[in-house]
């Protein structure tokens, strides 16, 4: 495959992903009053943990488009720099509310787990603050880009066994659907993390990993939004 086609593939890709998720992000928001009272908190935080991922990856994939527009990844590093930083703290973000998402589903109380969660994203957030990240180098730095992602493993995958047991504990399908789309994200992005820096084909592992958050956006729509319970 030419190495322009590729590029068009994944320009269309990113184009198309932004799209979907702004889309279900707005007809999460307009149709806000057709969620049941008893489903009303949980929805409201998935209407803005999307609204939070679909900002970020606007950033970090809505600038490398411009990037490919302008012919070079590489001259223009700083703008994909910003867009990492910015999907970095709102995909943070994204799993710390995705607790709090957890707890109003199945009427749990924080406990030690959770705070420690909690505070892993945050750890991850000032590690992420820190000049030796250098975000205007693509790929990024090693060994900060593994360090700085590992808090974010464990809270991804922290929540995803919570939501799990829960979900099969409950018999909630939607929730248990939500759990494995999560474990799908982590499943493909955990080689990306440690081994893209050497095998830059593995990027390409980010396409299902999109995917599944998309699939996320999509269960969550139909069954808060479009349900008829």
């Known amino acids: ?69 302008r012919d070079s990844l590489q001259d223009n590093t700083t703008l994909m720099g910003i867009g990492s930083l910015a999907t970095a703290y709102t995909i943070t973000i994204f799993y710390m509310i995705l607790v709090e998402v957890w707890r109003k589903r199945f009427n749990k109380p924080h406990n030690w787990f959770t ?45 995803m066994v919570l939501i799990l047991v829960d979900a099969k504990k409950e018999n909630d399908k939607t929730f248990f659907w939500i759990g494995w789309m999560i474990f799908l994200s982590f499943l ?10 050497r095998f830059p084909l593995l990027g390409m592992l980010m396409i299902p990993k999109t995917l599944a958050y998309v699939a996320i956006a999509f269960i969550s729509y139909f069954h808060f939004y479009k349900s008829k319970k």
């Open 1 to 69: 495959m030419s190495g322009n086609l590729t590029i068009w593939m994944e320009i269309a890709f990113d184009i198309a992903y932004l799209i979907t998720i702004w889309v279900l992000v707005y007809l999460m928001f307009t149709k806000r009053k057709s969620v049941i009272p008893k489903n009303e908190t949980v929805a409201r935080l998935i209407r803005w943990m999307f609204f939070l991922l679909a900002l970020g990856d606007t950033g970090h994939v809505g600038f490398r488009v411009i990037a490919y527009a």
């Open 115 to 159: 705070w420690t969660l909690l505070i892993v994203g945050v750890f991850r957030m000032i590690i992420m603050s820190f000049p030796v990240n250098q975000w205007g180098i693509v790929p990024a730095p090693q060994p900060i880009g593994i360090i700085r992602n590992i808090p974010l493993m464990i809270l991804g995958i922290g929540i």
């Open 188 to 197: 493909f992005y955990t080689p990306v993390i440690f081994l893209v820096h």
